[in-house]
């Protein structure tokens, strides 16, 4: 497949997109696939039922997801991360050295063999580190069935409550979820979730449960355009 693109000056950038992998599942289909741009590195994307999700050029929000994160706890040690995504933000949190534990919980088993098995190549060097347990399983029931406490909640499982990925994960930028997640949370600990857009509905949600909700933006640079990500982190005291 071969698209053309506009950059900022109005020029043409052809682009080709070559499929990796393909997986159906009961949510749908997730699909990783090469894209070759003129002047530009090769990058991988990953789409879920058409959806863009990320690739592996612009990752500095899901790697500012966990090092924000790290930042706000004194004693990181047990980590959960919601969405596996291509592994920038578990890769950052195991660079950080007072983390024992990344317990990553990822809904799509597909995803998790395209990163055992070398289909995303820096995969299986990143899964081989024995603080790393990977769940397959949705976020809620993990939270859910739960029976330790953690340091940091990370969560970024789709687009964020304004672009969902999958219309279920609607409940997890709500109040009960939320509330599941504060007593999964050792005192000192935080969650911290990443969205696409502004979310005051979540913002305001997390400071009904945690009783406070800070939002952090950051700039990218995607595909030519800007954008604009966002953080939302709440502490328990």
Not at 58 to 86: F, H, M, N, Q
Request: proline share 4%; net charge negative; glycine share 8%.
């Amino acid at each position: 497949m071969t698209a053309r693109t506009y950059d900022a000056s109005g020029g043409p950038v052809v682009t080709e997109y070559i499929e990796v992998a393909r997986a159906e599942s009961e949510r749908g289909e997730v699909v990783l696939r090469r894209r070759l741009e003129e002047h530009a590195a090769d990058a991988l994307e990953l789409r879920v039922n058409g959806v863009f999700v990320m690739d592996t050029r612009e990752t500095s929000s899901e790697i500012e997801l966990a090092a924000t994160a790290l930042d706000l706890v004194t004693d990181p040690r047990d980590v959960v991360i919601g969405g596996l995504g291509l592994g920038f933000t578990v890769q950052r949190a195991l660079a950080d050295p007072r983390v024992e534990r990344v317990r990553v919980v990822e809904i799509e088993e597909a995803l998790v063999g395209w990163m055992r098995d070398g289909t995303i190549p820096h995969g299986p060097a990143l899964l081989a580190d024995r603080r790393v347990q990977i769940v397959n399983a949705g976020i809620s029931m993990a939270i859910e069935e739960a029976t330790s406490t953690y340091d940091l909640v990370l969560l970024d499982v789709d687009n964020g409550p304004g672009h969902l990925v999958h219309v279920a994960n609607a409940d997890i930028y709500e109040h009960d979820f939320l509330a599941a997640t504060k007593r999964v949370i050792n005192p000192g600990g935080a969650l911290v979730i990443w969205s696409a857009n502004p979310a005051p509905g979540l913002e305001r949600a997390m400071t009904e449960v945690f009783g406070h909700c800070t939002e952090h933006r950051y700039d990218v640079a995607l595909q030519g355009r800007s954008e604009q990500y966002l953080l939302y982190l709440s502490r328990v005291s």
